[in-house]
């Protein structure tokens, strides 16, 4: 199909749409995501989160809330993109994840109107839509670091978590010419060790990756309260306010809300939108 025949998204309203990815799994993706959605929420913005694990989408397992609907009833065309969404805590909003994603590119005109529509109509109950992407970096995590206008990626002090991420930037920069990412490391016990893993990173690729720029946004800490708040499926950030993760998480929030994307002005939803249904095959 061709750019020109697709239905384009028109005007814009300034929504971030900021993809979380990891490239190993395990390192905290799904918690620090909801965690920072809650963050940003408790600042006054207007969240929608995107569950777009699709193997192991668990969002509503976090928040102990349960969910039948899955963007794949939206595809099947019996639902709406809102009868889909779970109302979370502080007005946050989740879509949960469906293994029909990538059949978004395959999907007729008038669908392609209608996801476009039903967007659209959220433009101004949203501030951001935050992607929480699955592990490792297979098509799918490609696809929705495409689509978002920003890109953040977790890491931990582990060897196998740095080469994973290295090796997502590293595909996402050489394939597809995206080179600005956020990076935060999780599950840290200072800011020393998160500088290091961050100069690291950097390091591994200024060598080998010229045009990448990486942007140290934040770090968490290790923190007991976060598997405690796993395990009673309540979100750290609301069971344990003075935790050291959750006062990290704000900051992190904090520190992506004054951020100003490079080419914000054309990009956002429309920019997401226009990407979603538009978007060129990939070869992984
Ligand atoms: N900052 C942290 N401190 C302690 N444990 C953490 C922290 N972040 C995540 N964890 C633990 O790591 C595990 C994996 O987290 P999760 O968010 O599910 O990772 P992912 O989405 O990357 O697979 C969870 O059991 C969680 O409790
Ligand atoms: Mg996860």
């Given amino acids: 199909m061709s750019d020109s025949k697709a239905p384009m998204a028109n005007e814009d309203r300034p929504v971030r749409v900021l ?6 799994g395990g390192v905290g993706k ?12 408790s600042q006054g913005k207007k969240v929608l989160l995107w569950d ?23 595809l099947k065309g019996k639902k709406t993109l809102r009868d889909i969404v779970i109302q979370g805590p502080l007005g946050v909003q989740i879509l949960p994840a469906a293994s029909g994603i990538l059949e978004l590119g395959e999907i007729s005109e008038s669908e392609k109107k209608r996801l ?4 659209e109509s959220w433009r101004d109950e949203l501030d951001f839509l ?3 992407t699955a592990a490792g970096i297979g098509p799918n995590v490609i696809f929705f670091n495409l689509v978002a206008q920003e890109r953040l990626v977790i890491v931990t002090n582990e060897p196998t978590s740095l080469t994973d991420a290295y090796a997502l930037i590293k595909s996402l920069s050489t394939k597809h010419d995206q080179n600005q990412f956020y ?4 599950m840290v016990k200072s800011f020393k060790e998160a500088k290091d893993i961050f100069q690291l990173l950097s390091n591994v690729s200024g060598s080998y990756l010229n045009k990448v720029s990486l942007d140290l946004a934040g770090w968490i800490p290790y923190d007991e309260a976060v598997p405690a708040a796993v395990r009673s499926q309540k979100p750290f950030f609301l069971k344990d306010p003075n935790c050291a993760a959750t006062k990290n998480i704000s900051l992190l929030a904090t520190y992506l809300a004054q951020k100003t994307p490079p080419g914000f002005g054309g990009g956002g939803l429309v920019l997401f939108l226009n990407r979603l249904v538009n978007r060129p095959r990939l070869v992984d």
Avoid: C, M, Q
């Fill in 30 to 41: 799904s918690n620090i995501t909801l965690g920072l959605a809650l963050a940003l929420a």
């Fill in 183 to 186: 990076v935060v490391p999780n």
């Fill in 52 to 74: 777009a694990d699709l193997g192991l989408a668990n969002t509503d397992v976090l928040l102990g809330l349960r969910t039948k609907l899955t963007i794949h009833d939206w």
């Fill in 130 to 132: 935050l992607i929480d």
């Fill in 116 to 119: 476009i529509t039903e967007f």
């Fill in 19 to 24: 993809a979380v990815s990891s490239g190993k």
